[in-house]
């Protein structure tokens, strides 16, 4: 499992095993049940040691932020700790090895704390994808710019599903006119670190449903494969094109926005604008 950073909930195993956990309790498993899948799941003798521990952990801690913090995981959570935990995967990084030492002491110190009571956990709303692989997709930015993007695949996990697509360098009136031009269109071209042009530009949206509706149109639906360049594309993130309109937020901002105006590196756009 992929891990990026020292942080307990900065890795894979555990950030799965917190939303498996509050996805479960949120449509209607008792606290029990819950847990004794996900320690069916994880806990496995087939399982590394660290995997393990850092399950056992991520349980123990999610289970006490929201108020159903069990003995049984909170005593095996505990003796992990206690054991070591994962520190054997940072034995190549000392000052890393003394960040992530601290971060489980932490952690013992909070899971032997007081609780609070439990908290309600809703339902997660879930990402949508409206779009069907091989939508020639033009968006329209609200300066007028447009972009042409051709989705390829939906990605479903646990957030919902998320649609991926190219983003290509090909003029929308070309598109509109002759929608298979897209099949020998190049990839737009982004910048590295280092100015060097690339054009690896795939992306993957989430959250789709709150696509502002007039502003993007599908012009046509080409069959293709799933990926045109080989596996995988280099992909610059995961991000949510439009965010909601709320009374923080009254205008959704547009993912382009930082591209057009700001000319930030697209790698460079953040998760969730």
């Given at each position: 499992m992929g891990a990026w950073g020292i942080g307990l909930f900065s890795n894979d195993t555990a950030c799965d095993v917190r939303e498996e956990f509050r996805h479960s309790i949120a449509e209607g498993l008792s606290t029990e049940s819950a847990s004794a899948q996900i320690l069916d799941k994880y806990m496995s003798i087939d399982a590394?040691?660290?995997?393990?521990?850092?399950?056992?952990?991520?349980?123990?801690?999610?289970?006490?932020?929201?108020?159903?913090?069990?003995?049984?995981?909170?005593?095996?959570?505990?003796?992990?700790?206690?054991?070591?935990g994962d520190l054997s995967l940072w034995a190549g990084d000392a000052k890393q090895l003394e960040k992530r030492r601290n971060v489980?002491?932490?952690?013992?110190?909070?899971?032997?704390?007081?609780?609070?009571?439990?908290?309600?956990?809703?339902?997660?709303?879930?990402s949508v994808a409206v779009f069907t692989p091989g939508d020639v997709v033009i968006h329209t930015h609200r300066s007028g710019a447009k972009f042409v993007l051709w989705m390829y695949q939906n990605e479903v996990s646990t957030d919902g599903t998320a649609s991926r697509a190219e983003l290509l360098d090909i003029e929308a009136s070309k598109v509109v006119s002759d929608p298979r031009s897209v099949v020998s269109a190049p990839l737009r071209s982004d910048y590295d670190g280092r100015g060097m042009a690339t054009d690896t530009m795939g992306i993957n949206f989430w959250n789709c449903q709150y696509w502002?509706?007039?502003?993007?149109?599908?012009?046509?639906?080409?069959?293709?494969?799933?990926?045109?360049?080989?596996?995988?594309?280099?992909?610059?993130?995961?991000?949510?094109?439009?965010?909601?309109?709320?009374?923080?937020?009254?205008?959704?901002?547009?993912?382009?926005?930082?591209?057009?105006?700001?000319?930030?590196?697209?790698?460079?756009?953040?998760?969730?604008?």
């Open positions: 590394e040691p660290e995997d393990r521990s850092k399950a056992v952990v991520a349980l123990a801690v999610t289970q006490w932020r929201t108020g159903r913090l069990l003995d049984d995981v909170k005593r095996a959570a505990i003796e992990s700790i206690d054991a070591g489980l002491a932490k952690v013992r110190e909070q899971l032997l704390s007081p609780q609070r009571d439990p908290v309600h956990i809703g339902k997660k709303v879930l502002d509706r007039e502003r993007y149109e599908i012009v046509a639906r080409i069959d293709r494969p799933e990926a045109r360049r080989g596996s995988p594309h280099h992909f610059k993130g995961s991000f949510v094109p439009f965010s909601r309109k709320s009374k923080k937020n009254p205008q959704p901002t547009d993912i382009f926005d930082q591209y057009l105006e700001h000319r930030v590196p697209l790698k460079e756009w953040p998760r969730n604008l």
